[in-house]
């Protein structure tokens, strides 16, 4: 087991990118907010349905030059959904082949994650606020391991009668309700927010309905209403921002906001073809994966020179981005992602299935697409030369990251300067629950 680590720790250090001078430090120290936008897919941002934005307020935060705004960057979550977005986004290791990693081994897992990191570069406080209850993903397990101090989950909040929709409080509630501990927090924190309302079956009352917007009518009432429910999401943003802002925590903060799977399944995704200004009759894989696109927008009051980046990547890679803006260095830890903002990025974007994107080529389904005109291409023996090379990388990131996992080998590694969680220190308290 220990020869097994070691050779991870050589892998991860030969794809480490260093930082980019630029931008390294330039949100140190700061409180750092995470927005877990749920379902909330790249294709949204900037759109126009019946002349009006869906998402007024997100696109301000996606368009502003004080944002690092991601327009290639995949999704790359399995079967554990919110789960393995939340895991990608603390560890920078991929979730697993099968089931959730949360549900499977995060209640004995030894991880090396962001509240942790936090807490040894800065001394930070952590917390996670969440309209569902603790048990869900097996979050009250998982934070504990992960080094969270504190886990406001439904039992915090009234969540009865409409207050709630399938998966807990209200987006608008959530924020609002939550100040109250938001505010006593230590400084610097870390605080994680995971929204629930813009969930599938994205169900909402009437008096909660943006009377403004009038939503697509196309054949699929689940891609009408994802809008709806796209544009509470984005007002619930708005009026948290109102709130960073008088209570001046905005300007000490970097809010970090990213969507965390597909809304819309690959079943469904036909009928979106016509809004996206499509044909369905051409509809193939390749439009399937150029939908996995998500939205990352770190938001950093202040910077002046910030703006949408084209360079691809996934979910892996927001940790170490983020560890470097704080000015933390990345390259103690193990991590299968690299710097967005590194000038070594690896764009190559590995799916949990083993497919993958890149800006020049896609595999999917064992077929090439170019990543240009979205055209299926010849598997000539030269192309497929460069594909397997590609492909193969693609493997073995998942599989060494699948080992350390599945093994839970990081108990065998501890980097200098960082202490290992000691889980048994919090007790997490659920009032009503
Ligand atoms: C529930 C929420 C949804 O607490 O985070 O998870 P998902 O169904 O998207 O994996
Ligand atoms: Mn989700």
């Known amino acids: 087991k220990s020869s097994e680590i070691k050779g991870i720790l050589k892998y991860v250090q030969k794809n480490y ?55 290639n960057l995949f999704n790359q979550v ?33 991880f090396q994650a962001m509240p942790q990191i936090l807490k040894q570069h800065g001394d930070y406080t952590s917390a996670v606020f969440h309209g569902n209850n603790a048990a869900f993903w097996n979050r009250n397990n998982v934070y504990k391991n992960m080094g969270y101090n504190y886990f406001y989950d439904a039992s915090y909040f009234d969540t009865t009668g409409d207050r709630a929709t399938g ?14 501990y938001l505010q006593h927090l230590q400084q610097p924190f870390y605080a994680k927010y995971i929204t629930v309302t813009n969930h599938f079956p994205y169900s909402l009352d009437t008096e ?5 917007f009038t939503t697509t009518d196309t054949d699929s009432s689940i891609v009408n209403n994802y809008f709806v429910t796209n544009r509470y999401l984005d007002q619930s943003i708005k009026e948290f921002f ?46 399937n994966a150029e939908l996995q696109r998500v939205p990352l927008i770190i938001h950093i009051p202040g910077l002046k020179n910030g703006g949408i980046q084209k360079q691809y990547g996934g979910e892996i890679d927001v940790l170490p981005t983020l560890e470097h803006l704080l000015g933390i260095n990345s390259k103690e830890y193990v991590q299968f992602g690299t710097d967005l903002m590194s000038k070594q ?14 800006p020049t080529y896609n595999f999917i ?8 005109t979205g055209k299926q291409l010849t598997a000539t023996t030269s192309l497929m030369k460069t594909i397997n090379k590609m492909d193969s990388k693609v493997k073995k990131t998942l599989s060494l ?17 960082f202490t290992k969680v000691n889980s048994s220190k919090y007790n997490y308290v659920y009032p009503a629950g």
């Open 17 to 71: 990118a260093e930082p980019n001078k630029k931008y390294y430090g330039i949100a140190k120290g700061r409180n750092v907010i995470i927005i877990h936008l749920e379902s909330f897919q790249q294709f949204v941002i900037n759109r126009k349905i019946n002349g009006q934005e869906v998402t007024p307020f997100l696109n301000s935060l996606y368009n502003s030059k004080s944002s690092l705004s991601f327009a």
């Open 78 to 110: 399995g079967q554990g959904k919110t789960s393995d977005a939340e895991n990608m986004l603390e560890t920078s290791t991929y979730g697993l082949p099968q089931g959730s990693l949360f549900a499977q081994l995060g209640s004995d897992e030894t």
């Open 167 to 180: 998966y807990g409080l209200k987006d608008k509630l959530l924020f609002h309700d939550s100040i109250k």
């Open 208 to 212: 909660d309905k943006d009377k403004t």
């Open 242 to 287: 109102t709130y960073l802002k008088k209570s001046e925590l905005y300007k000490n903060s970097v809010i970090l906001l990213y969507g965390d799977h597909y809304g819309i399944s690959d079943t469904e995704n036909t009928n979106l073809a016509s809004v996206l200004g499509k044909n369905a009759d051409d509809w193939n894989a390749n439009d």
């Open 345 to 358: 990025h690896n764009q190559v974007v590995a799916f949990r299935n083993g497919d993958f994107v890149s």
């Open 365 to 372: 389904n064992n077929n090439v697409y170019s990543a240009k």
């Open 401 to 417: 990251s699948d080992s350390l996992n599945q093994k839970n080998l990081l108990r065998f590694y501890t980097p200098k300067g």
